[in-house]
């Protein structure tokens, strides 16, 4: 099941040498900061597939949908800070600096395969930030805002350089995959069946839909309720569009089926969570 992660602090930080196998396919308001050690896995970001590589970072605007899927045979073992925009830009943005929120902004999720000084350079600085972190007395934590500010200018610099983000698949399972993935990303707001999908990629659908299961975790109509539920909550925060008129948007046929499924993906209502979270336009 997909929700909205709530995450109440202004920047959250942790390493974890094991996993979750519950944490869904989610969003968040807060930016995300992913840096991957060790361990075998797959990780989705909305429409595209990274098979990860140590010293791979990721870099993640949240309301994208995302999730790791980990491959429990081998140690798993990774780095994760969140951090509220609108605090960084207030308290911690300073005015000698260009734009440190730019690579989330306009590149919104990207991978920058990290090797050598760079690296080591990311490593010490994650390292360092947790210990202040974990502290929580006011000068760790004026502490960890300063560093904090040294590591953004440190991605911003790697992000100066051409990214060549092209995906690579070790087997023909993740380029099918990432056919059926594009293909839900084009039609997600139509009508969807297996047979559509085995007509446009000539692939039956059985195996289609066992390898799209082993690949991501979960099945090619869970990950279309995702995108779907996705999509409205964009529309929802940005739109004052009408709340039925969104449903059909999206891809469902009937309201009724929209709010029960909303609901049942975030604990809210199309109307409650537009409430809380839509943005003015005073506010962008």
């Not at 925009?85 to 920058?112: G, H, T, V, W």
């Amino acid at each position: 099941m997909s929700k909205q992660q709530q995450i109440q602090l202004p920047f959250t930080m942790g390493t974890s040498s094991d996993f979750n196998a519950h944490i869904p396919y989610h969003s968040h308001f807060h930016y995300e900061i992913y840096y991957f050690h060790g361990g075998k896995v797959n990780y989705l970001i909305n429409d595209r597939i990274y098979v990860l590589e140590p010293g791979d970072l990721l870099l993640m605007h949240g309301m994208t949908l995302h999730r790791a899927h980990v491959d429990p045979s081998a140690v798993y073992h990774r780095s994760i800070l969140h951090f509220d925009p609108y605090y960084f830009k207030q308290f911690i943005q300073p005015s000698f600096a260009a734009d440190l929120l730019e690579p989330f902004e306009k590149l919104q999720n990207i991978r920058l395969q990290l090797r050598g000084n760079e690296k080591a350079e990311i490593e010490a600085s994650l390292h360092k930030l947790e210990q202040l972190y974990v502290l929580q007395d006011s000068f760790s934590i004026q502490r960890f805002q300063a560093l904090m500010l040294d590591f953004l200018i440190q991605i911003n610099q790697l992000c100066q350089k051409p990214l060549k983000d092209k995906p690579t698949f070790p087997t023909s399972k993740e380029r099918h995959v990432q056919a059926v993935i594009s293909y839900l990303e084009c039609h997600y707001n139509n009508d969807i069946t297996l047979e559509a999908i085995q007509a446009e990629l000539h692939l039956s659908k059985y195996y289609l839909a066992k390898t799209f299961k082993e690949v991501t975790g979960f099945t090619i109509f869970q990950f279309l309720m995702q995108r779907r539920i996705y999509q409205a909550k964009i529309e929802l925060i940005n739109t004052i569009h009408p709340i039925t008129d969104i449903g059909y948007d999206v891809g469902f046929k009937h309201p009724s089926h929209f709010s029960r499924a909303f609901k049942l993906h975030t604990d809210l209502t199309p109307e409650q969570y537009r409430k809380q979270n839509h943005v003015s336009s005073d506010q962008l």
